[in-house]
Structures are given as structure tokens and as C-alpha cells.
């Protein structure tokens, strides 16, 4: 009988669904599935949500939930970490401060001022859950699906020898699209995407053994195709490789496409795609769910129907290659460089391919990007690792520096203007980073 912990189980959708793929699997029938949420009104929902998975699917898994994550971890077989430090009202700021600057972001929640910010805020949590797992259950695989992942998986494995890795759905849900373009089944499509998480490119495409990327490039020419996706046909073109992750989130990581209206206004406005680019994007999309969720979730409690079929999510693949059948289960993983892309800095996190099995989680080979490509990657790693060290020494400085050279900010302000910005969201986030030394710059 395995034990599964959900930290930040108040994730609702993302909770019911990661469960709904584990109890997918014969082996996790009767598990005991752990939820953990420091919000008792949303743990309560995502416990109602599970149970009512549970009885529609006539599985025989136990649920508990609980505020104290110590509680659920003795013994834990996996834990999935799907955590937000603070609610809309304290991260709105990581976008509207760097707006202020000029500094025009979708989402923030990966790199940049408002991805380092997050990050800065979120890593001492996790690291807090990692001492409890090395006392409570040191053999539990933990897969984390907080962003920012590069930086926070990067944070954590500098400091633990317990198996924690990054799992995202953008490789995979960029790949279906990719198949949908070219009119062949997902399953029909082979590929290798390396780089880091966001920002990783499928370096091969290929069905049936023939190259993809001729059949790719004549297909953005249909209008429904380019119109979908703007951003990441522009970089396809110049690039030559497809890079992952939405429009929205891919305009942040650059200096081409946010950095004058004009450009805004080509570009990240009206893609077809679900995150074309819009201000505060997922902001405003939380800020509006602040007033609905509770509603939308109980009228499904009451007359929603339950979906059983497995999606796409990587995490009970994983899980069940380890504990449950043990089939090997080939994804990408995020965790940090040992050599395993040669032009990416080592330590730095990489999202590369891997697989699991019985014996764990193993990265699949060594990669090379194309020179051009390792240029773009490896400057954003280098920004992310600056940050890690920041949170590692508690060290303002090197978050100043971090964002000093991060392109989007670079290309809308000067260094005084970054070093105001900076400090602003220093000041703004007082009360979540006491474990570093000064917060003056």
C-alpha cells in the first residue's frame, strides 16, 4: 500500500487532476493519498474533490488531509509539491512594480524580476519541506511543480541528496501541438528538447524517421497555424528550432517582442493560443478566480462529472514507474547540469530527457544545443544561478545583479532605473526574506 503527500493540495484543479492520473493505475487502487494545505477552506474543497474521484471511479485509496505536513510525511512513498508563497494580493507586486520601470510582464513566474522575486519568496518554504522529508521520509521521490522550477530545483538539490526533481507539462503539451500542426498523431511524433525549463528546444522532429522541421516550416504559413502562436513562430523563424512554453511566457525571456508598444502590439495581442501575451495575464486571471473559485468548485462538488482517463501530466507516470508496476517511463526531467548538456553551465538547472524505473530517475544521454541556441539558454541559466546564489549566501547584491542582466529589463532601463526597481521589490517583500542578510543595495 504506497502513500502519496499532495503539498499545496489547495491547487484544486491541479490536485484533482494529478490524482485522478495516479488512481489511473491498478497499483495505486488502494493507496493512501496524503493532502496537506496550510488554507483549511481550500484543503477542505480539495478533500471533497478527491473523495468524490475516489467513489466515481470505485477505487479503495484513503484520503486524509491535514495543516501540518509532518503529519502526512513518516513513510511517504512520493510527495508533489504544487505550492504559491503568499496569494495574488503579496506576487501582484512582482508585476506591477516592474511595470512601473517599464518593464511590461505576462506571467512572471519564471525568470526575470518577477520569476527571481517569486522564487526568492518560495525557496526557503521548500527547503523547509526538504528538512522534513530527510527526517520523515528520506527515500520518497519528490516531484515539484512550483515555478519557478529552474531556480527552485536548483536551490534545492545544491543542498540535498534526497531525489527531487522538476516536472512541467510544456515539452509534452508543446509537442501535441507541434503533431496537431503537422497533421500526425501525437504518439507518431519523435523528438529530443533540451535547454532549461521554459526555454528548451526540440533540438530533433521526427516521424516515421523523416525530419519534421521542413513539413513545420511550411505549415506556420497557414494562417490558423500563425496565428496561434506569434512569438514562437517569430523565433522558429529566425532560430530554426521550436522552442517551448507559450507566446506569453516566451515574450518575457528575450528583448525582441516587450520592449516597445509597437512591438507589444504585433506581437502579443491577438494570438489565438491560451497566453498570446497580454499584461498581468495569469494576474488577472487570479485576481478574477479570487471571487469565483469557491462557487465554480462546489457546483462541480455537486453536478460536476468526473473524468477518469489519464492526461497529460508526467507526475503518476513517474510514480508508478517507481512504485507501482514499474513500467520505464521516458519524460524530461528538470535537475541540475552534470554535464549533461555540454554548453550549459554546470550546476545550472537543465530540462533534458530522463526516464524512470524501478531504480529511480535517470537522465538519458548528453546534449549539445546548436551554438546560437546555447547562447540564448545559457544566458538566462547564468541569470537563474546568480539568483540561486543570492537566496544560498542572502545576498540583495547578487539579486540586483541577477536582474541587472536579465533582457527584457536590460532593453526598457538603465542601471539606476534597475537598481530603484530592485530595491522597491526588495523593500515590498520584506516580511518573506528575513534569511538574508540586508535588503539594502
Known amino acids: 500500500m504506497k502513500k502519496i503527500v499532495f503539498i499545496g493540495a489547495g491547487s484544486l484543479d491541479f490536485t484533482r487532476d494529478l490524482v485522478r492520473d495516479l488512481l489511473s493505475f491498478p497499483a495505486f487502487d488502494d493507496c493512501h493519498l496524503w493532502l496537506v494545505d496550510i488554507d483549511e ?33 513518516p513513510g511517504a512513498d512520493a510527495i508533489l509539491i504544487t505550492v504559491l508563497q503568499g496569494g495574488v494580493e503579496v506576487w501582484r507586486h512582482d508585476i506591477e512594480i516592474p511595470m512601473k520601470y517599464g518593464v511590461d510582464i505576462c506571467v512572471g513566474d519564471t525568470r526575470g524580476p518577477s520569476g527571481i522575486f517569486r522564487f526568492l519568496r518560495t525557496a526557503p518554504v521548500l527547503l523547509g519541506i526538504i528538512r522534513d522529508v530527510e527526517e520523515l521520509c528520506p527515500k520518497a521521490v519528490v516531484l515539484n511543480y512550483t515555478n519557478p522550477m529552474a531556480m527552485l530545483v536548483s536551490y534545492l538539490q545544491a543542498q540535498t541528496n534526497v531525489s527531487v526533481t522538476g516536472l512541467c507539462h510544456s515539452v509534452q503539451g508543446t509537442a501535441d501541438m507541434l503533431a496537431g500542426w503537422l497533421g500526425i498523431r501525437p504518439e507518431a511524433l519523435s523528438y529530443t528538447c533540451v535547454g532549461i525549463n521554459h526555454q528548451a528546444f526540440y533540438t530533433s522532429l521526427t516521424s516515421g524517421g523523416v525530419d519534421q522541421y521542413p513539413a513545420l516550416f511550411q505549415a506556420i504559413s497557414r494562417e490558423e497555424v500563425a496565428n496561434e502562436e506569434p512569438v514562437r513562430i517569430e523565433m522558429f523563424k529566425y532560430l530554426k528550432y521550436f522552442t517551448t512554453e507559450s507566446s506569453g511566457h516566451n515574450s518575457e525571456y528575450n528583448a525582441w ?6 512591438l507589444i502590439q504585433r506581437y502579443c495581442t491577438h494570438g489565438t493560443g491560451w497566453n498570446p501575451g497580454a499584461h498581468a495575464y495569469i494576474l ?87 551554438q546560437h541556441l546555447s547562447i540564448f539558454v545559457n544566458h538566462s541559466a547564468k541569470v537563474e544561478e546568480l539568483a540561486v546564489r543570492a537566496a544560498l549566501e542572502g545576498d540583495a547584491q547578487k539579486v540586483f545583479q541577477a536582474i541587472l542582466f536579465d533582457p527584457l529589463t536590460a532593453s526598457v532601463c538603465s542601471m539606476e532605473e534597475i537598481h530603484s526597481m530592485v530595491q522597491e521589490m526588495l523593500d515590498q517583500n520584506a516580511p518573506f526574506l528575513g534569511y538574508f542578510r540586508s535588503l539594502k543595495i
Open 41 to 73: 477552506k481550500r484543503l477542505s474543497y480539495a478533500k471533497l474533490g478527491v473523495e468524490k474521484i475516489v467513489a466515481a471511479g470505485g477505487y479503495h485509496a484513503s484520503v486524509f488531509a491535514t495543516t501540518q505536513r509532518r503529519e502526512a510525511l
Open 257 to 262: 517582442f516587450r520592449k516597445r508598444e509597437d
Open 284 to 370: 488577472n486571471e487570479y485576481l478574477e478566480r479570487e471571487h469565483t473559485w469557491e462557487q465554480e468548485y462546489t457546483q462541480w462538488l455537486a453536478e460536476g462529472e468526473v473524468e477518469l482517463e489519464r492526461g497529460e501530466e508526467y507526475a503518476s507516470n513517474v510514480i508508478n514507474a517507481i512504485h507501482g508496476d514499474h513500467k520505464p517511463f521516458a519524460f524530461n526531467a528538470n535537475v541540475r547540469n552534470r554535464a549533461y548538456v555540454t554548453n550549459i553551465d554546470e550546476g545550472a538547472c537543465v530540462e533534458v530527457p530522463a526516464i524512470a524505473d524501478r531504480e529511480g530517475i535517470h537522465v538519458r544521454g548528453t546534449y549539445t544545443l546548436p
